[in-house]
């Protein structure tokens, strides 16, 4: 990860780190929104999530054709999470 994306304030962590554990949130929307590709999303949940957590988050991601936006279904449209509306730009404050 470059010194750039080491430097993102705690809301946006707390925010991609939701994101990722969201199922239905693809990895590009995260890369959209944050600017980090998927692998730099995996290296930001290893360093933030217990070990133990960081494995049962990756053994979830890897079966999930819904996080990766090439592999979806037509059937799968936009995700809107149930908090979205109140998110200011899809930023959501420190709860």
């Known amino acids: 990860m470059s010194k750039k994306k080491l430097d993102l304030p705690l809301e946006d962590i707390d925010r991609i780190v939701e994101m990722a554990w969201e199922d239905r949130t693809p ?18 949940m290893r360093r933030e999530m217990k070990a ?3 494995r049962m988050w990756r053994a979830r991601v890897q079966g999930r054709k819904t996080k990766h936006s090439k592999q979806r279904s037509e ?21």
């Open 27 to 44: 990895f590009d929307a995260i890369q959209t929104q944050f600017g980090l590709a998927e692998g730099e999303v995996i290296r930001l």
């Open 52 to 54: 133990s957590s960081f």
């Open 75 to 95: 059937d799968v449209g936009r995700f809107k999470c149930s908090r979205q509306k109140q998110i200011s730009n899809n930023k959501m404050p420190k709860r």
